[in-house]
């Protein structure tokens, strides 16, 4: 049997995603959570959980952005305009972050306070800027031939706000049950008072877009409530709802791994939930992953080059959270 290229593409991009999604994102989260943290000390902690592995999370971003590029030229060639705008400042925004985190710790003591709000608009700009896009993508953009011909701020939208600070919230959640896990006595005794209230934020969030997202189109719909798809689709909410269960209960009981593993599940079944509504479609209602796709031959070569990169990339990513396992207390750290 010939091997799907173009599906194994999506596979390996879907999976640098997620990735990108899960490891940045508390990075992200933890710049977000900075306003509710103003003490030094705390916030000095809080950066150093994330300080040997933040630039690596990054890859991930990088990877899949290239991968798309490389095996869907058309799929870039036809979303890149549509999100010209929130991309940038995206990177504006993880520019800035990255800039701040180095300067938060080498810049005299009066000048501080302002790489501190820096980290804390660059991580939430950039989350923000995340959430516009996929909430502009799950509505799917105007294509004329294979040509993207809506305008400027088509990514604008009232779903497309509500999903940015959807992803907002969900990763100060994650970035909490991160720092949960990583830090210990009275930082971690207020991390679990704000993990709550974030929780029930995000809770009500996955609620909306959840109910929100079967009305954008009558595909999604179908493919969520009809007869037999309801069937096959209903284990993912009951696991989410499950999660949730998880979540709340660790929390409430002072679990430090527990919140962690919880949260990353919710962010994999949101995942899953997400490619249910969209598969195959690289450009929602209008180009599938095959119809997007290079030439066999391409990815064929392109993928020989991928496979002998991942192992390393992983290696590396593995290796460095094993090096630097466990608690973090005040006076370890970046300097």
Not at 250 to 272: D, G, M, N, Q, W
Request: glycine letters at 8%; one cysteine or more; hydrophobic letters at 55%.
């Amino acid at each position: 049997m010939e091997l799907d290229l173009a599906f194994v593409w999506t596979i390996l991009i879907a999976t640098s995603v997620l990735l990108y999604v899960l490891l940045d994102g508390f990075d992200l989260g933890i710049g977000i959570l900075f306003p509710f943290f103003p003490a030094k000390e705390d916030r000095e902690v809080m950066m150093n959980t994330i300080a040997p592995v933040w630039d690596g999370n990054e890859t991930w971003l990088i990877l899949g952005g290239g991968g798309l590029f490389a095996a869907f030229p058309l799929a870039y060639a036809t979303l890149l305009p549509a999100f010209y705008a929130p991309i940038i400042a995206m990177l504006l925004g993880l520019i800035f972050r990255g800039v701040a985190f180095e300067y938060c710790v080498r810049s005299k003591e009066k000048d501080r306070p302002k790489w501190e709000l820096s980290f804390f608009m660059g991580s939430t700009v950039a989350a923000f800027c995340q959430g516009l896009m996929l909430g502009a993508f799950i509505q799917g953009i105007e294509v004329t031939g294979r040509n993207y011909s809506g305008g400027w701020f088509d990514w604008l939208t009232p779903f497309s706000v509500t999903v940015g600070f959807a992803v907002v919230a969900a990763y100060a959640l994650l970035g909490t049950c991160w720092l949960i896990m990583k830090t210990h006595q009275e930082l971690q005794h207020d991390l679990f008072r704000t993990a709550m209230p974030i929780a029930a934020i995000v809770f009500a969030f996955v609620g909306i877009v959840s109910l929100w997202t079967p009305f954008l189109d009558t595909d999604i719909a179908d493919r969520w409530f009809s007869w037999p798809n309801i069937l096959f689709v209903a284990p993912v909410p009951l696991l989410v709802l499950g999660c949730w269960v998880l979540l709340f209960n660790s929390i409430r009981k002072r679990h430090e791994y527990y919140p962690f593993i919880a949260t990353i599940c919710l962010f994999i079944l949101s995942y899953v939930g997400f490619a249910i509504s969209m598969f195959p479609y690289l450009v929602p209602r209008h180009f599938t992953i095959w119809q997007a796709a290079n030439p066999p031959e391409s990815l064929s070569f392109l993928l020989y080059g991928t496979l002998a990169l991942l192992p390393v990339i992983l290696g590396y990513t593995a290796y460095v959270y094993w090096v630097f396992r466990g608690k973090v207390k005040a006076g370890d750290g970046y300097h």
